[in-house]
């Protein structure tokens, strides 16, 4: 089981990136799937979650409004569509899954699988 992160880089404040996550080894389309983020000197932070049926999504207060989670279980795929980015918006990024029919969650204990991380840098 594998989760693979991808999309990060250096945009200037304001600017859009788009993160993918995509899994292998095993679908999960009962899953669960969430992102984090960590900062340099910081511990690691929840950003956003979505259900497996995409009904729940919910958001860190930093970033509601401006990013959106979305999943396409046919192909495997979570993504995390960031705009009006901040130089605070800084880290790498990390995708991340629950066990099968689970609820949503913030916590970052409470994932199972994680991707390796993309770094997305915003200059100011």
């Known amino acids: 089981v594998q989760l693979q992160a991808s999309g990060g880089g250096l945009v200037q404040a304001g600017g859009s990136l788009r993160l993918s996550c995509v899994a292998s080894g095993r679908t999960f389309s009962s899953n669960v799937m969430g992102w984090f983020r960590q900062a340099p000197g910081k511990e690691r932070e929840f950003v956003a979650t979505?259900?497996?049926?995409?009904?729940?999504?919910n958001y860190a207060g930093s970033v509601k409004g401006r990013f959106t989670i979305s999943g396409d279980n046919a192909k495997n795929t979570n993504t995390l569509q960031m705009n009006s980015l901040k130089p605070e918006d800084t880290a790498v990024y990390y995708c991340a899954a629950r066990k099968p029919y689970l609820q949503t969650s913030n916590r970052s204990s409470d994932y199972d699988y994680w991707g390796q991380g993309t770094l997305v840098t915003v200059s100011s």
């Open positions: 979505i259900s497996w049926n995409g009904a729940i999504r």
